[in-house]
T-cell receptor, first 111, second 116 residues
Framework: GQNIDQPTEMTATEGAIVQINCTYQTSGFNGLFWYQQHAGEAPTFLSYNVLDGLEEKGRFSSFLSRSKGYSYLLLKELQMKDSASYLC????????????FGAGTTVTVRA | NAGVTQTPKFRVLKTGQSMTLLCAQD?????MYWYRQDPGMGLRLIHYSVGEGTTAKGEVPDGYNVSRLKKQNFLLGLESAAPSQTSVYFC???????????????FGNGTRLTVT
């Protein structure tokens, strides 16, 4: 497997910023993805990184450092609707068809 | 455009019974996947298909079989259900990567299966 690690839970206040870290162990990969999953629903795609650096999409940004085997998802100006699980996933070089997921980080936004 | 549709949404089976989960996509995607999701373990790949008539094993294939006779459909079968197969099953599809950009997965709404 790709040994993808994420914190299990995080709590933050409405309007604040939260950073969700993801570390992985793989000899190489074709992309690192972030998905959002609300309770009882299907995962939906948020962003992906192939090269090192920051990708910004509105209130959400994702960062990748391939040399460190590290990524993070940054959620800014948190809203109550951002309460969800955030899944980190990797497409390895060894099998580019497959996407391997971490266990996910449950973010709770409080008023 | 319905995207990825899974049937049924819920099912309760007794140990030893069989069933088939159906996944249909109307986006003409080449690749299709079956995942199971269990608390604390995230999404684990059961089987996948890279084209009509082809299937391959994922991380946790034991106890499951799949078929992809038509491009738009991907069936997941349980021949003899066990309590360990109680889970939420998600089907997903994606197109080939184009223009150097990775294509994301599109998920169905899941099937909640309980085996007693």
């Amino acid at each position: 497997g790709q040994n993808i690690d994420q914190p299990t839970e995080m709590t933050a206040t409405e309007g604040a910023i939260v950073q969700i870290n993801c570390t992985y162990q793989t000899s190489g990969f074709n992309g690192l993805f972030w998905y959002q999953q609300h309770a009882g629903e299907a995962p939906t795609f948020l962003s992906y990184n192939v090269l090192d650096g920051l990708e910004e999409k509105g209130r959400f940004s994702s960062f990748l450092s391939r040399s460190k085997g590290y990524s993070y998802l940054l959620l800014k100006e948190l809203q109550m609707k951002d309460s969800a699980s955030y899944l980190c996933a990797v497409r390895p070089f060894s099998n580019d068809y497959k996407l391997s997921f971490g266990a996910g980080t449950t973010v709770t936004v409080r008023a | 455009n319905a995207g990825v549709t899974q049937t049924p949404k819920f099912r309760v089976l007794k140990t030893g019974q069989s069933m088939t989960l159906l996944c249909a996509q109307d986006m003409n995607h080449e690749y299709m996947y079956w995942y199971r999701q269990d608390p604390g373990m995230g999404l684990r790949l059961i089987h996948y298909s890279v084209g009509e008539g082809t299937t391959a094993k994922g991380e946790v294939p034991d106890g499951y079989n799949v078929s992809r006779l038509k491009k738009q459909n991907f069936l997941l079968g349980l021949e003899s259900a066990a309590p360990s197969q109680t889970s939420v099953y998600f089907c997903a599809s994606r197109p080939r990567d184009r223009d150097g950009r990775n294509s994301p997965l599109h998920f169905g709404n899941g099937t909640r299966l309980t085996v007693t």
